[in-house]
């Protein structure tokens, strides 16, 4: 059973908007921070957007000002609101949790879901 499992991903034209959701199976404890990736074909997977435990959020420049992350906890959920899409956002989007304990630092991801931008 997948433990993080994103939805919202889909086709849209640029300019538009799309909002992803990233729903946890169960509760993860020592949560350090939720982030957002994504994986364009033929490049690196790169941090999009994170919220840490006591709410502060960090923004890959390419989408300040467009992208906004947010949680809920009572959901065990993340959200990201991507408004104003170019085509460059075209990616696998992977939401993830990394867990900081004393045996060390842990990030689960989930299985990724697809945004597409057309021009």
């Known amino acids: 059973q997948a433990q993080l499992v994103e939805s919202g991903g889909g086709l849209v034209q640029a300019g538009g908007t799309l909002s992803l959701s990233c729903a946890a199976s169960?509760?993860?404890?020592?949560?350090?921070?939720w982030g957002w990736y994504r994986q364009a074909p033929g490049k690196q997977r790169e941090l999009v957007a994170s919220?840490?435990?006591?709410?502060?959020?960090n923004y890959a420049d390419s989408v300040k000002g467009r992208f906004t992350i947010s949680r809920d906890n009572a959901k065990r959920s993340v959200y990201l609101q991507m408004n104003s899409l170019k085509p460059e956002d075209t990616a696998v989007y992977y939401c993830?949790?990394?867990?900081?304990?004393?045996?060390?630092?842990?990030?689960?991801w989930g299985q990724g879901t697809q945004v597409t931008v057309s021009s």
């Open positions: 993830n949790i990394v867990q900081s304990t004393a045996r060390g630092t842990f990030a689960t």
């Open positions: 169960r509760t993860f404890f020592s949560v350090h921070a």
């Open positions: 919220i840490s435990v006591g709410g502060t959020t």
